[in-house]
């Protein structure tokens, strides 16, 4: 099994980059790829990811608007299109089949030992 999130770089403030994670070895039909990312000295949270408590699709707050996901099922990826970056939405980005524990509007990854991780992407998003 295997997931490799791609399409990171530099960007400038206000602009767009789509993220790809090419997925193999698993039927993409059976599981949700969310998205996660980790910025310097912070701690890893959901961008778009499953509840756990309650499969509901969650959308951090500071993303609303500006993310959107997608997914081809004739390639095996999952996309993730960024519009309007701003600096706080610099960090390494990762897809994986994790599911995400959701507290108000913020969410973070649930530790389960059977989630796939891709690599991660780094994002930097310069003013």
């Known amino acids: 099994v295997q997931l490799q999130a791609s399409g990171g770089g530099l960007v400038q403030v206000g602009g767009s980059v789509r993220l790809s994670c090419a997925t193999s070895?698993?039927?993409?039909?059976?599981?949700?790829i969310g998205w996660f990312r980790q910025a310097p000295g912070k701690e890893r949270e959901g961008v778009v990811c499953?509840?756990?408590?309650?499969?509901?699709?969650f959308y951090a707050d500071s993303v609303k608007g500006r993310f959107t996901v997608s997914r081809d099922k004739v390639k095996h990826t999952a996309d993730l299109q960024m519009t309007n970056l701003q600096p706080e939405d610099t960090g390494i980005y990762y897809c994986a089949t994790a599911t995400c524990i959701v507290g108000g509007t913020t969410a973070r990854p649930r530790t389960y030992n059977q989630d796939y991780w891709g690599q991660g992407t780094q994002v930097t998003v310069s003013s």
């Open positions: 499953i509840s756990a408590s309650d499969g509901t699709l």
């Open positions: 070895g698993f039927n993409l039909d059976h599981y949700y």
